[in-house]
């Protein structure tokens, strides 16, 4: 059998799940499971998501799906309905929808519904992708209300840099800005970054994603960078998803010889160069440039060749036990998938995402 295969951590995910409910102890707490769960397949995650107060995506199919497969508490769904048919689909499976538009409002209006439509009504604080201007949000409150078909009502905000130097003080204070006096709804903004960086941020539900996976929201600090960034490891996270896969073939290369399409990699030195059976089909990305860390046999080299569509060129010249069927850790554990997704010009969370299903997953834990 081709030696790809990731492997999925479901206790490395338990770790994650606890060290976040520690870090924002008086909130809820939604686990975000969008993207076939940031690709690690939302399904074969469900026993170590069972305490998580409820599960945030964006696929309507899927939280169908995760009905069926039993799971009875909240649902919700981050870019709401697109049509009065999902309407009346999400008052039946008793899905929250994320009210982000006019459109949205309308269609609840004029659409009759056989019970009251949970809602989280988004505001727009400064990202400006979905939501209400502050100060469109009591119009917006009064008309959900006049509806007379919304059954609990929460506010939200989903913030621009919470990982970066700008921080959150400006979007926090038209969150503020957009709760009418005297009016005290519950309220959900943190994602990973917000939640690990800014306790005041907490409210009432926090949603973090990547820090589930074991991804650090703050990306990887190549030295020096602000002092918001941080490691996933310092931050106590664990990988869960390992990518391997096994060395089959060895190349000698002599002075002035190049590997792979458009020889990017010249061997500088009398060369070994290992040919790893894993490429962009399997997701590992394309970008990925001549010099990116890889484990072979735990040991740190690095890659040594343009990615292809099935393989990728390591260089052994440095590990001589190393060669046929050596076993060669692309991220995980051993190696952050943050300082590989940094190498690309990317973030992990494009790195699990891209998992191709043709990668054989092994559940542990
Ligand atoms: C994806 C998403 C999150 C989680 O973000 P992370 O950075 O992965 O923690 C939270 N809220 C919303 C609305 C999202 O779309």
């Not at 792979?260 to 010249?266: D, I, K, P």
Request: charged share 20%; aromatic share 8%; hydrophobic share 45%.
């Amino acid at each position: 059998m081709r030696p790809a295969r990731a492997t999925i951590n479901l206790e490395a995910l338990r770790h994650n799940l606890q060290l976040a409910r520690q870090r924002a102890p008086a909130a809820k707490l939604w686990a975000v499971v969008k993207a076939n769960a940031y690709g690690h397949g939302l399904e074969r995650l469900l026993p170590a998501l069972g305490s998580a107060d409820g599960l945030a995506l964006v696929e309507i199919d899927a939280a169908v799906r995760l009905r069926e497969r039993g799971w009875s508490g909240p649902l919700l769904l981050i870019e709401g309905f697109f049509d009065e048919k999902d309407l009346a689909l999400f008052v039946r499976q008793r899905f929250t929808a994320v009210v982000h538009a006019q459109w949205q409002l309308q269609m609840i209006e004029r659409t009759p519904l056989e019970a009251p439509l949970d809602v989280y009504l988004k505001v727009n604080t400064g990202m400006n992708r979905l939501g209400f201007r502050p100060d469109a949000v009591p119009a917006a409150l009064e008309r959900l209300r006049l509806s007379g078909k919304v059954g609990s009502l929460t506010l939200m905000t989903h913030f621009a840099d919470a990982d970066g130097e700008r921080g959150v003080a400006q979007a926090l204070s038209a969150f503020d800005a957009a709760a009418p006096a005297g009016v005290s709804l519950p309220r959900s903004a943190a994602n990973s970054a917000a939640l690990l960086r800014f306790p005041e941020t907490h409210f009432d539900w926090v949603r973090p994603g990547i820090l589930l996976y074991g991804g650090s929201p703050f990306g990887w600090d190549a030295g020096g960078g602000s002092s918001a960034q941080q490691s996933a490891e310092a931050l106590g996270l664990q990988p869960v998803m390992t990518l391997q896969s096994a060395i089959l073939a060895v190349q000698s290369l002599t002075p002035g010889e190049r590997a792979g399409y458009a020889g990017l990699f010249e061997a500088r030195r009398p060369s070994r160069i290992g040919i790893v059976a894993l490429g962009y089909a399997d997701g590992y990305p394309r970008h990925a440039p001549v010099g990116t860390p890889v484990l072979v046999e735990g040991k740190r080299t690095v890659s040594a060749g343009r990615v292809s569509m099935d393989m990728i060129f390591v260089d052994l010249t440095d590990l001589p036990e190393a060669g046929i069927g050596s076993r060669v850790t692309l991220w995980g554990e051993g190696l952050s998938a943050d300082e590989v997704a940094d190498c690309a010009g990317t973030v992990s969370y494009e790195l699990f995402c891209a998992l191709s299903a043709r990668v054989p997953v092994e559940v542990v834990g």
